[in-house]
């Protein structure tokens, strides 16, 4: 039976107000990003992720997140327009990102499906020695037949082996960044499992944090259990007290089957803000930003998800389809798919006739909303009352535009979180596992 050694731990905080851990995603395309009415920069050109990576360091967050696309998604056989932008890879930015930036961790969004243990393992420990120990891997995964198109099995895994595949990948990426011990000397890695089959030696020392972050997004059950065994961070959705409360308190009931503590999974839900003079002035500008954001083209393009048929005709200032919807995987291509589509129609519909709502008005009313909206008083006030009340241990910031959208965040909000004693005002560490009060990974026994 494999022992291990008792990891390495970061001293515990001071008794006091629960510490809030922040990170910032980086806008792209997304229902978030407003490419229109206010200045907005370049989704591919390096000084907007430094202009944003700066702006985070400035706020002395944990991370700077990139998200992943591995296709240009379609609609009705057309590219979606607001993939036109292009998709840059992670890793290659962040590495760039490494020699302008001094403590932000840097966290890529790789999938496990789509890739191999040895060379991503190799890639995530070079940004990790490149940075100093500030590395993170988002582990995502993937069961859609039109991203694999793009790649040379040509195909993609079922939905009940995504997760299998996944925790076999990071098991064996650990077991390559484990394979040198402290006397410098690598030793061969031997691993033979239904994915995958690595036998060799590492190219790489262990890093400056001992492994890369491991991130993870999964919402399913399957995804719950995979991040409780496996997972540093979890990337949730839950963005109401009430959700987040659920989450996180079943998430972290999690843990102790995998012989962890609660603190050494933190969960920070994507969320994000407008700020004003004014609570009126905020939700003018909450209500402005979302109009942007759901233009006429795309509350049609929104239900025509939901429907599953060409609803260009309809006018979007106009009511909803009276009939049921026709769903069509077809339709739109390399998206999320809603759920049940005639569950959904149903919902909206109700809304819709409820409030008086047009097409637009109830895409808007229904899709995706600012979590926090407010003075940055009370923006400030709002999110150390989740963490506070453990709907979260922190958040994942996602502003609307590209590259200012977090400037107003850390001059206005930032230094009232610091002095209500929630967020830290320098790094007390150098590594990403020191910002995450995460230990450092223990070594197996034998092994230095």
Known sequence: MTTTTAPSRTPSAPPGPRRMHLAAHFPGVNNTTVWTGDPVGSQIDFASFEHLAHTAERGRFD????????????????????????????????SALAAVTDRLGLAATVSATFNEPYELARRLSTLDHLSGGR????VVTTSDAFTGENFRRGGFLDRADRYVRAAEFVATARALWDSWPADGTARPVAHQGPHFTVRGEFTLPRSPQGHPVIIQAGDSAEGRDFAAATADVIFSRHSTLAAGQEFYADVKGRLPAHGRDADSLKIMPGV?????????????RAATIRRQQVSPQNALVALEQVWGVDLSAYDPDGPLPDFDPVPDPELAQGRVRIGDPKAVADRW?????AKGLSIRETVIETTGR????????????????????RAADGFILIPHLTPGGLDDFVDRVVPLLQERGVLRTEYEGATLRSHLGLPEPARPAGKG
Do not use: Y
């Open 349 to 353: 519909r109700a809304l819709s006739e």
């Open 135 to 138: 590395a993170a891997w988002n």
């Open 63 to 94: 991370f700077f997140f990139l998200a992943e696309g591995l296709r240009l998604r379609e609609h009705k056989g057309r590219i979606h327009d607001l993939d036109v932008m292009g998709r840059p890879e992670a890793i290659t930015v962040l």
């Open 370 to 389: 600012q979590s926090f909206v407010g003075t940055p008083a009370a923006v400030a006030e709002e999110m150390a009352a989740f963490v506070a009340a």
């Open 272 to 284: 994000t803000f407008v700020l004003g003079d004014t609570a009126a002035d905020a939700q003018e």
